[in-house]
């Protein structure tokens, strides 16, 4: 039939790990709702009726910032 097969669903990276929630003090808070939202998704995409590709995108972002000069970052503490 027509339509899509495949639908494509991420979860949200960790904001608490961004310069502003650390210099506004918010990074716990940030953390805490992102992975609130994360199991909210994960619990969401249990039950669809139809193929989700799930791209963690949490942990992708995870990797980079806890090697940024792999990726050619040279800091991850002052925003751009």
Wanted: aromatic share 12%.
């Amino acid at each position: 039939g027509l339509g899509a097969k495949y639908f494509l669903a991420f979860n949200l990276p960790d904001f608490g790990r961004t310069p502003l929630a650390i210099g506004g003090g918010l990074a716990a808070n940030a953390t805490l709702l992102v992975n609130q939202q994360n199991a909210n998704i994960a619990s969401a995409l249990g039950g669809l009726p139809f193929r989700v590709i799930a791209f963690d995108l949490r942990s992708f972002s995870d990797y980079i910032l806890d090697r940024p000069e792999s990726f050619g970052i040279q800091s991850i503490a002052l925003p751009i």
